[in-house]
T-cell receptor, first 111, second 115 residues
Framework: DAKTTQPTSMDCAEGRAANLPCNHS???????VYWYRQIHSQGPQYIIH???NNETNEMASLIITEDRKSSTLILPHATLRDTAVYYC????????????FGGGTRLMVKP | ETGVTQSPTHLIKTRGQQVTLRCSSQ?????VSWYQQALGQGPQFIFQ???????GRGNFPPRFSGLQFPNYSSELNVNALELDDSALYLC??????????????FGEGSRLTVL
């Protein structure tokens, strides 16, 4: 799996949009971009994934650049409960349950 | 729908001992994987099981072994414990491997401390 680069930490004001960037310049054509988050003392939680089109679900939006070398996870209205470590992962579609986690971005949502 | 459950939640062992951790996968999920998460780091893939057989392994020595049972529950066994084995051990399940979309459902983990 390709490596990803994320900022170590970010702050966001409650109620504002949180934009979490991720670089994956060596991504292959058959690799998807996944985002998971891990709230303190819990297991990781799936957020969203995409191949090349932008995706949106009830939790977040995923914006992938046209060259697919970077992406941004957007939490449109961050709440205190969104404070967590966010992991950006690239994964081939047939990789089964193997996810390669990096260090992630520690997002702190502040009142 | 029952989520992924793991036991025990916490345990303490001494160096050289053996440990068994247990995981019940989410209802309808037949693929289970195990991850090790050291303090301050992201989870690291240990191995996955599909239809009771190991179906992929990360960079972990043979003293890390596992089982999957007909009801898809799973065990992680670690022999000859070392201090560096202290970590949070996470179990994740997903639907059939053939339809796997990369959306894994994780349990809350078992925190192992080796003294």
């Amino acid at each position: 799996d390709a490596k990803t680069t994320q900022p170590t930490s970010m702050d966001c004001a409650e109620g504002r949009a949180a934009n979490l960037p991720c670089n994956h310049s060596t991504i292959s054509g058959n690799e998807y971009v996944y985002w998971y988050r891990q709230i303190h003392s819990q297991g990781p939680q799936y957020i969203i994934h995409g191949l090349k089109n932008n995706e949106t679900n009830e939790m977040a939006s995923l914006i992938i650049t046209e060259d697919r070398k970077s992406s941004t996870l957007i939490l449109p209205h961050a709440t205190l409960r969104d404070t967590a470590v966010y992991y950006c992962i690239v994964r081939a579609h047939n990789a089964g349950n193997m996810l390669t986690f990096g260090g992630g971005t520690r997002l702190m949502v502040k009142p | 729908e029952t989520g992924v459950t793991q036991s025990p939640t916490h345990l303490i062992k001494t160096r050289g001992q053996q440990v068994t951790l247990r995981c019940s996968s989410q209802s309808g999920h037949n693929t289970v994987s195990w991850y090790q998460q050291a303090l301050g780091q992201g989870p690291q893939f240990i191995f996955q099981y599909y239809r009771e057989e190991e179906n992929g392994r990360g960079n972990f020595p043979p003293r890390f072994s596992g089982l999957q049972f007909p009801n898809y529950s799973s065990e992680l066994n670690v022999n000859a414990l070392e201090l560096d084995d202290s970590a949070l051990y996470l179990c994740a399940s997903s639907p059939s491997l053939a339809r796997n979309t990369g959306e894994l459902f994780f349990g809350e983990g078992s925190r192992l401390t080796v003294l």
